[in-house]
C-alpha cells in the first residue's frame, strides 16, 4: 500500500512541478529526471559540481544524494531500471551517492540501477548522477 501510494504521488507530481523533476512526497526529496540522469557519465568531482550548479525551473540548491536517499527511488519488482515508477530517465548504470565508503575514504557507495545493488567504487570512474534537493 504504501508503495502504490508513493507511485500515485511520484506520478501526480510530474505534472505538479517542472517536466524535468519528480517529487517524493513521502521522502520530502525533489530528484531531478531529465536526460542527463540517462547519458550524462562523470567523475564524481564532476558530480558535486554539476549537481551544486543545477537549475531547474524554479529549483536549484541540488546535490549529490546519500546512498539511503537514492534506496528510497528504487523498485526491486522492476528491473532495467530498478527504479520506481514516475521516473523517465533511468539507465542500467551505477549511479554516485554521497556516502563514503568506510574502509577506503577514496571510495563512495554507488546504486546499480540494473537490479537496485550496491557497491563501492572509487571517485575517478565515470558513474551516472541523478541530484537531489530536500
Request: include cysteine.
Amino acid at each position: 500500500m504504501k508503495t502504490l501510494l508513493l507511485t500515485i504521488t511520484l506520478l501526480a507530481s510530474t505534472t505538479l512541478f517542472s517536466k524535468d523533476v519528480v517529487y517524493d512526497g513521502t521522502t520530502k526529496l525533489l530528484w531531478q529526471d531529465a536526460n542527463d540522469n540517462k547519458a550524462l557519465s562523470i567523475t564524481y568531482a564532476e558530480a558535486e559540481d554539476y549537481c551544486s550548479k543545477l537549475v531547474i525551473g524554479e529549483y536549484k540548491d541540488f546535490r549529490i544524494p546519500t546512498l539511503y536517499e537514492l534506496q528510497t527511488i528504487i523498485d526491486y519488482r522492476n528491473y532495467k531500471p530498478a527504479i520506481l515508477t514516475g521516473f523517465k530517465y533511468a539507465a542500467n548504470q551505477m549511479y554516485w551517492s554521497s556516502t563514503p565508503f568506510v574502509d577506503d575514504t577514496r571510495d563512495v557507495w554507488l546504486i546499480n540501477f540494473t537490479k537496485g545493488s550496491r557497491n563501492a567504487k572509487a571517485k575517478h570512474y565515470d558513474r551516472n548522477i541523478r541530484c537531489v534537493q530536500k
